[in-house]
């Protein structure tokens, strides 16, 4: 099933590589145990046209987000729990289609994110997510597992490389047989005020590798252009896809983004779509 808040971290804009506003020393530590930004707009709601979708949008007094109900080709919500730092711990998908559980080292930062499907009384793990750390602060690796049962098998291992203003510019995905994927991120857009948990992929598609908590908490701004190579058998690099995104913001208030993937080899299978943000 594919779930709409999941392609609201890949629907973002113009090539434009503006330079966008980079977290401070302070503001990173207290980001990193997800204490709120300062004067960020609330989203309401969410609604993607060509899905006849839309997602509302409800916060505890904290103004953390509680949940968000989803309505358009299935119908289901997203509960979020958090730990008394209001760092998220849970994100609750149904009722009963899955879970995401989330923890930390006692630096405040993500240390493991994993997701456990629906199966009889409980959850059984499916798949794991390890990060590490820069002595900056800044993701350094991902490490994807896979289970069966109780046995894990690592997919891939990502790496990353970033500006000066700590914005991924290159993410390179590692896989068993030596195999790559690589995406270079070739613009970015202005100041957007934003809770990067709204933004952040609550599965594992192919989108969490720059759609995560610690990416996102470092910045304050989205992508406007992402290009993604492939590598295999050590051959040189070929594009697969490009994806352009477009952001109409207003003071720092996201209103819009528009998106749109075209593939290399196989433009039949080329796509847009745009999402619209109310507060």
């Known amino acids: ?23 401070t020393t302070d503001e990173k530590t207290t980001i990193s145990t997800n204490v709120s930004r300062k004067n960020i707009p609330l989203i309401r709601t969410l609604s993607i046209p060509e899905l006849n979708g839309t997602g509302q949008v409800f916060y505890n007094a904290d103004s953390t987000i509680k ?13 979020y729990s958090y730990l008394p730092n209001r760092a998220v711990s849970e994100i609750n998908i149904g009722p009963d289609i899955f879970k995401i559980n989330y923890t930390y080292n006692n630096l405040g930062q993500l240390i493991t994110m994993t997701k456990g ?17 820069f002595t900056n602060g800044t993701l350094a690796t991902i ?11 690592l997919v891939y291992t990502t790496s990353y490389e970033y500006d000066t203003q700590d914005r991924p510019t290159k993410i390179v995905s590692v896989d068993k047989d030596g195999d790559k994927i690589i995406k270079t991120i070739e613009g970015y857009s202005s100041e957007i005020k934003f809770d990067p948990i709204f ?22 701004c989205l992508p406007t252009r992402i ?6 058998n050590n051959a040189a ?4 896809k490009t994806t352009t995104y477009t952001y109409t913001i207003t003071d720092g208030k996201l ?25």
Not at 5 to 17: E, K
Not at 199 to 220: C, G, Q, R, W
Not at 237 to 240: L, M
């Open 1 to 23: 099933m594919k779930l709409i808040h999941l392609s609201i971290a890949a629907t973002l804009l113009s090539i434009a590589s503006i330079s966008c506003k980079k977290a």
């Open 199 to 220: 933004f952040m992929v609550a599965d594992f598609d192919e989108n969490y590798t720059f759609y995560n908590y610690p990416v996102l908490s470092k910045i304050y």
């Open 143 to 153: 490490k994807y597992y896979l289970f069966n049962g109780a046995t894990a098998t």
């Open 255 to 279: 209103e819009k983004s528009e998106y749109a993937l075209q593939f290399t080899a196989f433009p039949q299978y080329n796509t847009s779509s745009q999402n619209l943000y109310t507060y």
């Open 117 to 133: 499907v629906h199966s009889g009384p409980g959850y059984a793990t499916q798949v794991k997510l390890d990060y590490t750390y």
């Open 67 to 79: 949940q968000i109900n989803y309505a358009g080709s299935n119908h289901y919500s997203s509960v």
């Open 237 to 240: 690099p070929v594009i697969a």
């Open 227 to 232: 290009v993604e190579s492939r590598v295999t």
